[in-house]
């Protein structure tokens, strides 16, 4: 191959063209170009570093990672786990506070179904209250109300799930019949408790009537979501292949 070859590649022959000049960036390189080492950032360097799972697409529409849990505090693994968006319990929140209006439909859907029951809780409470003493009635009480506020979360969550479903286009044979029915369901065993709360409430003939906050029925709701989190971590989880975080570099460096 000759010289005249040689000149027509691209390709550098220190021989043939001698030193070249030093090849420069056509714009000037400014501060504001560079970006920062990740040393500068230790705690995102190292998040970035950390085993990581991944998840169907779909699992992110209600919920996302987090090295936080629900109620804001760090997880102890120091690892990222999926929580609800807060989008996602305020969206069930408001089918909560809306469905309010509906507490005497709610009811009469329970009473339509389940009357047997309902009036057979009346008479064991009842029985219940009239046999302890006066001092044991508001833990009782309690308890029943703790279970109204879980039931209304469930109601609420139910109809939300539903409700995402019914909008979509893709949903499965049978899927949607089966989320109806649960959502009735969850309607029915709230209007349950919701009766039978009442009922007691004035057997006992304390005043007024009981209320739910709204605080209270939102902390069952993240105590379900948190169930349901860990079941799509158990069930959907694709783990990544583990790397060595930043604090596991710095004890190897320590050790040897």
């Not at 169907?56 to 109620?71: C, M, Q, R, T």
């Not at 089966?178 to 039978?196: F, H, P, Q, T």
């Not at 169930?227 to 975080?245: F, H, M």
Request: aromatic share 10%; proline share 3%; with cysteine.
């Amino acid at each position: 191959m000759g010289k005249e070859t040689l000149a027509k590649t691209n390709h550098f022959d220190p021989m043939i063209e001698g030193e070249r000049e030093e090849l420069l960036p056509a714009k000037e390189t400014t501060q504001d170009m560079f970006l920062d080492d990740s040393i500068a950032d230790p705690e995102g360097a190292q998040r970035r570093e950390e085993y990581v799972d991944e998840y169907p697409d779909w699992i992110f529409g209600d919920y996302e990672l987090s090295d936080k849990n629900i109620w804001g505090k760090r997880w102890p693994d120091g690892r990222q786990h999926l929580i609800a968006r807060a989008s996602t319990i305020a969206e069930i929140m408001q089918i909560h506070q809306d469905g309010q209006e509906n507490y005497r439909d709610m009811v009469a859907m329970a009473h339509a179904t389940q009357e047997q029951q309902i009036q057979s809780l009346k008479d064991t409470y009842e029985t219940l209250f009239s046999a302890a003493d006066a001092k044991f009635h508001f833990n009782i009480m309690k308890g029943i109300a703790s279970q109204v506020n879980g039931l209304l979360a469930d109601r609420a969550y139910r109809k939300y799930l539903f409700i995402q479903a019914a909008g979509r286009t893709n949903v499965q044979e049978g899927y949607l019949e089966n989320l109806e029915n649960k959502m009735y369901e969850a309607a029915s065993d709230a209007g349950i408790w919701y009766d039978v709360h009442r009922h007691v409430w004035s057997y006992v003939q304390w005043k007024n009537a009981p209320t739910y906050l709204d605080q209270q029925v939102e902390n069952e709701l993240k105590l379900r979501l948190v169930g349901t989190a860990k079941y799509l971590e158990q069930t959907y989880a694709s783990p990544k292949l583990v790397r060595p975080t930043a604090n596991d570099r710095i004890q190897v460096a320590l050790a040897c």
